[in-house]
């Protein structure tokens, strides 16, 4: 019953669509490292902006392969594979985003046991970035895939995005993107519904070598506007300190004490060589804390 709840109000209660919308897995942040600076990411150049802004693939100098696996309240998992490349003047990417929630039972009208099934979501992105001028630019296809016992939806979208770093102020990034632009072609119900679109726009400043920020603000199609802050701190070449905040948790508050730790990432990440290793942890207040690791390998 526990996994049950939680199929049916994990997408509306903790990733804040309040309108009818389709693919809600699609707002559950991908990558440790995007995590842990609470989830914008627009402004960033790394091979997880393939899930933000496709523009900021465009700066991965190498061919990258990666994995990340979430681990989530009530035993629930999902995970990433990605692979990117430098190619055809710019970068070339596929990522694999998926969510299993496991065997669930099933029950007729009479709550009579009739056998099991598994939810399953998934999206498998396409993506491309090159300079244009002075500007990053990217555009990723999504296939976005769910099935719940005998019922499936499916639909394409399409994320475009662009990143500029002023000549004056190299320190500087401003990104904007347009995400989930798309139509369910196969629904669940008789009526298409929407999918989760956002029009996203962000900035990182690097002050001095060590400090990295982030603001991002996002606006989904229901009309909800949410702000992102991060920061990242290079204690070393090889050591890096993560911290953000999302007022999308907000909507996690139960009007207790750890409400304050409500919208709340902090992760670390390695570097030795051709590897990198990023976690995170992020507060879902009295649902528990939400666990994400990546590693990564450049070649």
Known sequence: MKRLFLLVFIPSIIYCSTATTIFDFLNIPCGARPTAVGGGFSAFCDP???????????????????????????????????????DFNGVIGIAINYVNLGSMERRDIDVNLNGSFTPISLSTKFAYARYIGLFKGGISVNLIYENIDKYSAFAPAVDIGAIYTPPSIPQLNLGFSLNNLGYEIISFRDTRENLPYKIKAGTIYRPLPPYTFSLDVERQINGRQDFILGTEIAFSPTFVFRAGYSSRGQDLKVGMPMDVTAGLSFGVGLVRNRLKIDYTASSMVDLGIAHQISISFFD
Request: with cysteine; charged share 10%.
């Open 48 to 86: 997880y902006s393939i899930f933000y802004n496709p523009a900021g693939i465009c700066n991965t100098p190498f061919m990258t392969v990666s994995s990340t696996i979430r681990h989530y309240i009530a035993g629930i998992n999902s995970g990433i594979l990605l692979w990117e490349k430098p």
